[in-house]
């Protein structure tokens, strides 16, 4: 009799843990390649690890700033996932302090300025952004360069103190300014 019910109620009790588990809504689906495909890139600064993950869009012969991202309004900066910008000791970016840690790095893009933010929540899906969550924003000046079909996050002029990490997509760099924090 105990043979009888023993399949049931293992069934009930996995049914249970299936139904309570919280869905993410990062997971992919499938093992398809994606049309973004994802990469990363680190650099390291004096002993300060700088990473990010990323998802790459391509132009594929679209209008990019102003057209497919908006400016003036908050994009996820990449596809797919929110974009990850991790350090491992304290750092000022543009000369504002930022906490070791993994951050979600979003932008507002514009014409003439553009707002680069770190937000608190590392791990979401790319438009699931929360202001209220920032850690930090700061402003920096967008750069006319040749043409880029992926978007690609790289770092220029790395020193002990400091580095340059550079968005570059299209036709626009945007570099901002990282420096490892005082020992």
């Given at each position: ?91 000022t970016i543009e000369g504002e302090p930022l906490s070791a840690g993994t951050y979600s ?51 220029e002029e790395v020193d002990d103190e400091s580095g340059t990490c550079i968005l570059h ?15």
């Amino acid at each position: 009799m105990i043979r009888r019910f023993l399949p049931i109620g293992l069934s009930f009790l996995l049914f249970a843990l299936v139904a309570t588990a919280p869905a993410a809504a990062q997971e992919r689906g499938n093992d398809e390649p994606r049309v973004s495909p994802n990469a990363a890139v680190s650099q390291t600064i004096g002993t300060t690890e700088v990473r990010i993950t990323y998802g790459r869009p391509q132009v594929k012969g679209r209008e990019i700033f102003g057209g497919l991202v908006s400016y003036d309004e908050v994009w996820r900066t990449g596809a797919n996932e929110a974009t990850t910008f991790s350090v491992s000791s304290d750092v000022t970016i543009e000369g504002e302090p930022l906490s070791a840690g993994t951050y979600s790095l979003y932008t507002i893009p514009g014409a003439d300025t553009w707002t680069i933010i770190f937000n608190d929540i590392a791990d979401q899906w790319g438009t699931n952004y929360d202001a209220s969550e920032d850690a930090l924003r700061v402003e920096v000046s967008p750069e006319s360069a040749p043409q880029r079909e992926m978007m690609t996050f790289l770092f220029e002029e790395v020193d002990d103190e400091s580095g340059t990490c550079i968005l570059h997509w299209n036709d626009v760099r945007v570099p901002f300014e990282i420096r490892v924090a005082d020992n």
